[in-house]
T-cell receptor
Framework: AQKVTQAQTEISVVEKEDVTLDCVYE???????LFWYKQPPSGELVFLIR??????QNEISGRYSWNFQKSTSSFNFTITASQVVDSAVYFC?????????????FGKGITLSVRP | DVKVTQSSRYLVKRTGEKVFLECVQD?????MFWYRQDPGLGLRLIYF???????EKGDIPEGYSVSREKKERFSLILESASTNQTSMYLC???????????????FGEGSWLTVV
C-alpha cells in the first residue's frame, strides 16, 4: 500500500524566513510520481510541481525549490524568503502506477502561517 | 485553463436526507475523482471513475455512491446523510495516464457539507 507522511502539522514563520516542508513516502512501485499542492484559504488545491521517480534532479522555481531523494524516500519543499501570501495548507501526494487509472494518495497536509 | 466546477459551495442538510454533490469539468478528461478532506486526516479518496459509467471504490466508499452518465459530469451521492459525513468534499479530474509528462490532477474549489 502507498503512504505519504507529512510529520509536521503546523509551521509558523516570520516573513522573509526560509521554511522547509517535509514529505516522506512509501511505495512498492519502481516507477511513481510525486506532487505538491497548495491549498489557500479559498479551498481550491493548486498544483505546484510533479516529479517522476526516474528523474532525481532537484528543481527550483522562483522562491520555491524541491529536493527529491530516492535513497531516503523524501520529497521536501523549501520556500525561500517566505511571504504572507505563502500562508496555506500544503499537501504532498504520491501516485500509483496503474496506467490509465492513476490516482493520488495524499499526506495529511502542513499548515504554514507566515506572519508579517 | 482547466476548470473543475462544483455546483454547491456550501450546503446544510438534515440527517437522513439524500444529498447530491455535482461536479463538471470542461477539459474532456477521462478520469474524475471525489475526495473528502477532514482536519488532521488530509484528503481521502471516496470514489473515482476512469470512463463513463465506470467507477471504482477508493479508500472510504462506505455511505457514498457515484454516478457518471456523461464524461464531463461526476456526481457524489449520499443516500442517507449522517452527521459524520459533515466535511469538505473535493472533486478532481485528470487526463490519463499520469505517466505522461505534464499530466496532473486538477481540483475544484470544494463543497462544504454540514449535516445536522
Amino acid at each position: 500500500a502507498q503512504k505519504v507522511t507529512q510529520a509536521q502539522t503546523e509551521i509558523s514563520v516570520v516573513e522573509k524566513e526560509d521554511v522547509t516542508l517535509d514529505c516522506v513516502y512509501e511505495t512498492r512501485d519502481t516507477t511513481y510520481y510525486l506532487f505538491w499542492y497548495k491549498q489557500p484559504p479559498s479551498g481550491e488545491l493548486v498544483f505546484l510541481i510533479r516529479r517522476n521517480s526516474f528523474d532525481e534532479q532537484n528543481e527550483i522555481s522562483g522562491r520555491y525549490s524541491w529536493n527529491f531523494q530516492k535513497s531516503t524516500s523524501s520529497f521536501n519543499f523549501t520556500i525561500t524568503a517566505s511571504q504572507v501570501v505563502d500562508s496555506a495548507v500544503y499537501f504532498c501526494a504520491l501516485s500509483d502506477f496503474t496506467g490509465a487509472n492513476s490516482k493520488l494518495t495524499f499526506g495529511k497536509g502542513i499548515t504554514l502561517s507566515v506572519r508579517p | 485553463d482547466v476548470k473543475v466546477t462544483q455546483s454547491s459551495r456550501y450546503l446544510v442538510k438534515r440527517t437522513g436526507e439524500k444529498v447530491f454533490l455535482e461536479c463538471v469539468q470542461d477539459m474532456d478528461h477521462e478520469n474524475m475523482f471525489w475526495y473528502r478532506q477532514d482536519p488532521g486526516l488530509g484528503l481521502r479518496l471516496i470514489y473515482f471513475s476512469y470512463d463513463v459509467k465506470m467507477k471504482e471504490k477508493g479508500d472510504i466508499p462506505e455511505g457514498y455512491s457515484v454516478s457518471r452518465e456523461k464524461k464531463e459530469r461526476f456526481s457524489l451521492i449520499l443516500e442517507s446523510a449522517s452527521t459524520n459525513q459533515t466535511s469538505m468534499y473535493l472533486c478532481a479530474s485528470s487526463p490519463p495516464p499520469l505517466m505522461v509528462s505534464g499530466n496532473t490532477i486538477y481540483f475544484g474549489e470544494g463543497s462544504w457539507l454540514t449535516v445536522v
